[in-house]
């Protein structure tokens, strides 16, 4: 593996939970690694949002960490999702990530105390200088209720091991400001919209339709990170209508519905998810049936 391997499509990975919801189903996530990486994807991001970090216990997390990284053995980077409200348990789960194979971290900011920019510093340079591998700042204001504006960041920026941003606003002029004021000293990836964003500087795509396109999305955006419009943007019009099931507040559900139709069973969600109302799959299967994806 390269000395920087963050660049292209990575996966937040759904977690996939047995049919009653009490246990983690490991055999299913080997073979959505799997799925992941045969199709193109350049990174796997376990216990990110998408795969309910907040909904499960710190055993499950290292079981969770010990699968992916033992299962993709190599062939593309994992980066642990390990955001936490307090500083000293962020620190902790990092350590672990880095101590059990990972390559690097994603951390979202603490998530309810809405920390000043001071704090938030201080934050990311306590788990920065507790660990040797990168970390990922992750920008979504929409569910921690902080808003790391690009000046913020370029100041992030400053602490050797914050090297990346997954940036989730739906403005991607964030994208441009966040390059224009910190150089190289940040790498960018969108979160949200990945073709907008491929155009404006950002090399990585961290996405949620990849759980279930991953060939599509990632050949989508390897297109528009080259500049060849003409192949990016005929693959973004096929993704497109996934991206409603896949977005928005039934992300969780309505990836784990659409894996479901695939042939990929991942189970429900945790509460207080619910599944996908039974009345949104005809239009999902339609989706999926339109790309290839549903399962015979």
Not at 104 to 128: N, Q
Not at 138 to 148: G, I, K, Q, R, W
Not at 176 to 195: E, K, P, Q
Not at 202 to 217: E, K, M, Q, Y
Request: glycine share 10%; hydrophobic share 45%; aromatic share 6%.
């Amino acid at each position: 593996m390269t000395a920087d391997p963050f660049r292209g499509t990575h996966t937040v990975l759904v977690t996939p939970f047995t049919a009653d919801g009490t246990q983690v189903d490991h055999p299913a996530l080997r073979r959505l690694v799997e799925y992941q990486v045969e199709n193109g994807v350049r990174g796997l991001i376990p216990l990110g949002s998408t795969g309910e970090f907040l909904s499960v216990s710190r055993e499950e997390r290292a079981a969770i960490v010990e699968t992916v990284v033992r299962q993709a053995a190599g062939r593309v980077p994992v980066i642990i999702g390990t955001g936490a409200e307090d500083t000293r348990e962020a620190v902790v789960l990092s350590r672990e990530a880095e101590a059990m194979g990972a390559d690097g971290v994603m951390v979202i900011p603490p998530f309810y105390s809405v920390p000043t920019e001071d704090e938030l510093f201080a934050h990311y340079r306590a788990i920065g200088e507790a660990i040797g591998i990168p970390v990922m700042v992750y920008n979504n204001p929409a569910t921690a209720n902080v808003d790391l504006l690009p000046a913020t960041v370029a100041r992030l920026s400053r602490i050797d091991n914050c090297r990346y941003i997954k940036e989730s606003t739906l403005d991607p002029t964030r994208v441009r400001d966040i390059i224009a004021l910190c150089g190289n000293r940040m790498t960018v990836f969108a979160g949200v919209l990945g073709y907008e964003s491929a155009f404006l500087g950002a090399v990585g795509w961290v996405a949620v339709c990849s759980n279930v396109a991953p060939r599509l999305s990632s050949a989508m955006f390897d297109a528009a990170l080259a500049g060849d419009r003409a192949t990016a943007l005929p693959l973004y019009r096929q993704l497109a209508p996934l991206l409603p099931f896949v977005g928005g507040p039934r992300y969780v559900s309505g990836t784990k519905a659409a894996l479901r139709l695939a042939g990929m069973e991942m189970g429900p969600p945790r509460p207080p998810r619910l599944p996908l109302p039974d009345a949104d799959l005809p239009a999902l299967r339609a989706v999926l049936g339109g790309i290839g994806l549903l399962a015979a």
